[in-house]
Nanobody, 124 residues
Framework: QVQLVESGGGSVRAGGSLRLSCVGSGRPVSSYNMAWFRQAPGKERELAAVSWAPGGTYYADSVKGRFTVSRDNAKNTLYLQMTSLKPEDTGVYYC??????????????????WGQGTQVTVSS
């Protein structure tokens, strides 16, 4: 079992920045693929960024160039640095772990463990 706890959400104006954190416990997360999903009101949960266990990252086109995903395996923590935020970035941001299937882009159904989410609100 892996427990995930997100933090760092909040309210900012368009153009601002936030840094989200996701701390894992129960097992070391260094060997797992870890991702950030987000869900806007009335919309489906969508993949924003992935940190692959062997190395490398993936970004959805909507966040590419503005968001940076990173991990600190020593702290069992995944980060999401968000800059140049837009109102359309508003939503609940979730951290998730996928065991195996490295470098396979997949939807929420493929992920094994989830955090409770943290709210990000961007005003214009």
């Amino acid at each position: 079992q892996v427990q995930l706890v997100e933090s760092g959400g909040g309210s900012v104006r368009a153009g601002g920045s936030l840094r989200l954190s996701c701390v894992g416990s129960g097992r070391p997360v260094s060997s797992y693929n870890m991702a950030w999903f987000r869900q806007a009101p009335g919309k489906e949960r969508e993949l924003a960024a992935v940190s692959w266990a062997p190395g490398g990252t993936y970004y959805a086109d909507s966040v590419k160039g503005r968001f940076t995903v990173s991990r600190d395996n020593a702290k069992n923590t995944l980060y999401l640095q968000m800059t140049s935020l837009k109102p359309e970035d508003t939503g609940v941001y979730y951290c998730a772990v996928k065991i195996g299937y490295n470098y396979v882009i997949a939807g929420p159904h493929a992920y094994d463990y989830w955090g409770q989410g943290t709210q990000v609100t961007v005003s214009s």
